[in-house]
């Protein structure tokens, strides 16, 4: 008992190894919220009259609504005008090639494992990097570019393709959705864009980096994929911040759109600073992700890997709109120390023969708090509809919990909902036995819990795989086997 | 190769086991016979070093070292190896990436160069042979859906990779039919040698007509009341455990 309890809390207690700050010059707005600073924001980005209007309406919007209490957490009450809502590093004019990039950032960018200079890039992952508020470089946008595919800061895309962003914006987290996402709506600053045209297949992996640096700064910002008709894109999203003891809020939408036989795969690595292991500091990732399966035979998977923030509320969906449409949701969320977790999906069926599938993992350990919660909304119309969840807790430790709030709705007959939810304990007799092979307590450990997330980490693309495995501490499956 | 003297153990303070010594000898067999609740499981699990069992008296040496100071990973990278009564399962994690780990934890211990999996998959494909071990239970999760016989043919694989220097083979022939004890035995027979020390904890003196022991020891409340050859199996097979019980008592101590 007390070997394996060590190992928990050293498991528990490995540092936090994104924690550093830049040094950097900042554009930073006055602290607080109010009309003045939407259109500070909107007029920083030099953004067009309807943006504008759009900004303020969900401003007035977020005004009359509530924060959201029902969710499995508990925090401070946060104080909305006691932030700041736009924070960029400085920099002359818009840099036009990586060479005119501050070289703090891009120094930042290596230390972060995300190398943006051209003879350093990774290859096969094309990287939009987000530092704050702004997003500082896209890579391999020229190559992209040639297949039609549009990767891009959310800023430039209004820009270059305004068209393109007034038809999709909103179009599946309207500015009014949710309190979160009424909050983005009015204040988001940049993010990524991505485009893939008609029967294209991205070539490479398109991915955006998220870091937050500059203090007491709200991180808001919007992510938007359309695939069309039979395109496809694997995309991967990877966050980290300084080491604070105060608390950030990190408040952003992502909207996907995938039409007649496309397919978008999404992949997120969350790894937030999730505070100290008394709770001090950490980020609250206050998230609205929703994916919208609007053609036939369309398909949207999330797949993500919550290690970081000190509280997480995060339900990626699914609208199953298209007949035959697929969505899918594979989750590995940790809730350590004093860190909670409310996290799941939603899975609404509207179209003919559409099929869901959850598989969600939540490991507690410390004092975490994981809690599963998902919807499965079966719609009248939505005949042959189908859905499979899974959802299993591990525990490390006797201080931590998990819970599971499944809520399934179903309106017609034909279809089929089926749920499997499992609890278990790191057994002893589990780690002895691995001892017993020569394994020390802390790669059993892992190895358990490794075995625990397999059905997710297969999931991910290899490169995210491996960054998946170095979080948990945990080593990948062989290639034997 | 082993020495255990005067040896009390026991869980939450009640002893179980109650003055134990077995001198132990390289490539030697050992059979522990005994009823149910006699100590058998808690000998086993005191010698792999299970953490719920305390140590309240006695000394055990093993190769020259002091056995009960070493954490059970040190003693199995050291060569001691338990065949579990109940095999444990570990979801998601198969087999063969786990006797891989297992084998070259070992090995890098013995400052041995870890194999990789072309080296580890050539190794296991012969030892599979061993026990007769069919392909897919590599590939799938550690005893994950095994049948009983499964599982014990899966021990005595691992032993067949990790190599032990001293196995000890806890009731693995309960819960198996006569064929999968035949294979189960020839496997250790095969293991053999005279490097390689063998104690076979049983219940039933059957597994034994394959495994011929070198001594046979009878374990009762905690104690080794009776020590013989391999022919003391057989009488205690006819003649069931309560003929020694008095003369236990009368005597006092274990032979």
Redesign the interface.
């Known amino acids: 008992?007390?070997?394996e309890q060590s190992t928990i809390e050293s498991l528990a207690n490995r540092e936090y190894k994104y924690g550093f700050v830049t040094e950097i010059e900042s554009d930073t707005a006055p602290r607080g919220l109010n009309e003045d600073i939407v259109r500070l924001i909107s007029s920083k980005k030099g953004e067009p009259e309807w943006l504008l209007e759009w900004r303020l309406k969900a401003y007035r919007h977020w005004l009359t609504l509530e924060e959201p209490t029902w969710a499995n957490v508990s925090y401070p009450a946060i104080d909305y005008q006691d932030m700041i809502y736009y924070s960029a590093p400085k920099q002359k004019a818009a840099p036009k090639s990586m060479e005119e990039i501050d070289p703090e950032l891009l120094k930042t960018y290596e230390k972060l494992g995300i190398p943006l200079a051209e003879r350093a890039r990774l290859a096969g992952v094309a990287v939009d990097a987000v530092f704050d508020s702004v997003s500082v470089a896209t890579t391999f946008k020229e190559k992209l570019n040639e297949l039609g595919i549009i990767f891009c800061s959310f800023s430039e895309a209004v820009r270059e393709h305004p068209d393109l962003v007034k038809k999709y914006l909103g179009s599946v987290v309207p500015a009014n959705d949710n309190f979160f996402a009424a909050l983005n709506s009015a204040v988001f600053s940049d993010g990524s864009f991505c485009f893939i045209p008609k029967g294209v297949r991205s070539p490479m992996e398109l991915s955006t980096y998220f870091r937050i640096n500059a203090a007491d700064t709200g991180q808001f910002e919007r992510t938007l994929i359309v695939a069309e008709e039979g395109a496809y894109v694997s995309y991967l999203e990877g966050c980290t911040a300084p080491i604070r003891d105060t608390n950030q809020l990190h408040a952003a939408v992502v909207e996907l759109v995938a039409l007649d036989n496309a397919r978008i795969k999404y992949s997120t690595v969350q790894n937030w600073y999730p505070g100290d292991k008394d709770g001090k500091g950490g980020i609250y990732n206050f998230v609205t992700k929703r994916g919208k399966c609007q053609g036939v035979n369309s398909k949207i998977s999330w797949t993500q890997v919550e290690t970081g923030s000190s509280i997480t509320w995060k339900y990626p969906g699914v609208l199953l709109i298209g007949d035959n449409s697929v969505g899918e949701f594979y989750s590995v969320a940790v809730a350590n120390n004093r860190q909670q977790a409310d996290t799941g999906t939603k899975m609404v069926h509207i179209g003919k023969n559409t099929k869901s599938t959850i598989v969600s993992k939540g490991i507690s350990a410390g004092f975490g708090q994981n809690s599963y919660r998902g919807l499965v909304d079966v719609k009248k119309g939505a005949a042959n509809a189908r859905n499979f969840s899974q959802c299993d807790s591990l525990l490390l430790g006797d201080k931590c919990g998990a819970h599971t709030f499944p809520y399934i709705e179903v309106r017609n007959t034909s279809s089929r909902v089926e749920h499997e939810a499992s609890t278990s304990k790191i057994?002893?007799?589990?780690i002895?036995?691995?001892?017993?092979?020569?394994?020390?307590?802390e790669?059993a450990v892992n190895?358990?819990v490794?075995?625990?997330?397999?059905?997710v980490f297969r999931e991910l693309p290899m490169e995210f795989a491996v960054e998946a495995q170095k979080l948990l501490g945990v080593?990948l499956?062989?290639?034997?086997? | 190769m082993l020495s255990i003297n005067d040896l009390h153990a026991g869980v939450n303070g009640n002893e179980i086991l109650n003055g134990i010594s077995l001198e132990v000898k390289p490539g030697e067999v050992h059979a522990i016979m005994g009823p149910n609740g006699s100590g058998k499981s808690t000998l086993a699990g005191v010698l792999?070093?299970?953490?719920?069992y305390t140590v309240s008296k006695g000394t055990v040496t093993y190769l020259g070292k002091d056995l009960l100071g070493m954490?059970?990973?040190d003693?199995?990278?050291e060569g001691i190896?338990?065949a579990?009564q109940y095999?444990?399962?570990?979801?998601?994690?198969?087999?063969?990436?786990?006797?891989?780990?297992?084998?070259n934890?070992?090995r890098k211990?013995r400052g041995l160069e870890e194999l990789d999996?072309v080296e580890?998959?050539q190794l296991v494909k012969q030892k599979m042979k061993i026990v007769e071990l069919d392909q897919s239970l590599?590939?799938r999760?550690v005893n994950e859906g095994f049948s009983g016989g499964e599982k014990k043919r899966n021990e005595i694989f691992?032993m067949a990779v990790?190599e032990p220097r001293l196995a000890i083979l806890d009731e693995t022939d309960s819960g198996l039919d006569i064929d999968a004890l035949r294979i189960v035995a020839d496997g250790v027979n095969k293991l053999r040698s005279k490097d390689r020390s063998v104690i076979v904890v049983t219940h039933y003196q059957r597994l034994l007509d394959y495994i011929v022991p070198d001594f046979v020891h009878v374990l009762m409340d905690g104690q080794i009341v009776k020590s013989g050859p391999k022919e003391l199996a057989l009488e205690l097979e006819e003649r069931g455990y309560d003929w020694i019980k008095p003369q236990a008592e009368r005597s006092g101590a274990a032979v």
């Not at chain 1, 499956?477 to 086997?481: I, M, N, R, T």
């Open positions: 008992m007390s070997t057994g002893e007799d589990q002895f036995y691995c001892k017993q092979r020569g394994l020390s307590t790669d190895m358990i490794n075995g625990f997330c397999k059905e080593s499956e062989g290639s034997v086997g | 792999a070093g299970k953490e719920s954490a059970p990973e003693r199995a990278r190896f338990l579990f095999p444990v399962e570990i979801p998601g994690v198969t087999n063969s990436y786990f006797l891989k780990a297992s084998l934890a070992i211990h999996a580890f998959l590599l590939n999760p691992h990790l």
